[in-house]
């Protein structure tokens, strides 16, 4: 079933909705074949996310998808970040990939079967790896 309960309420949650004003970096992505939006505000501590916030909008699937990659994300240094965006996106391609490593994300495996949602997935976290390979 593509829209999970946990899809549903992730969906809906408001917790990292927002702007950071003083983030130290912004990065926008866009879905252009779905019209998905979301921006990412990131506040770094070193090379630790200290936190992340987002503005957009899009379908249920993007939402949720955002709000569970920020939650898995706060606290990680950007290394460990790259690492859960590789396995949530191998996860969708149908690759290998470690499902100790996602947690909660595992909960999105079978939007794999609706070619057309993966993008909506996907679109937090190519624009969390365009961010960070970007931050240096």
Known sequence: MIYSEFIMDYSKLKKFHGKIENAHKVEEGKNLSCGDEVT??????????????FEGHGCAISQASTNVMIEQIIGKTKEEALQIMKNAENMMLGKEFDGNVLGPIVNFYDVKNYPMRVKCFLLPWKTLELALKSEG
């Not at 990412?40 to 916030?53: H, P």
């Open 40 to 53: 990412l505000y990131f506040l770094f501590d070193g090379d630790k996310i200290a936190d992340v916030k």
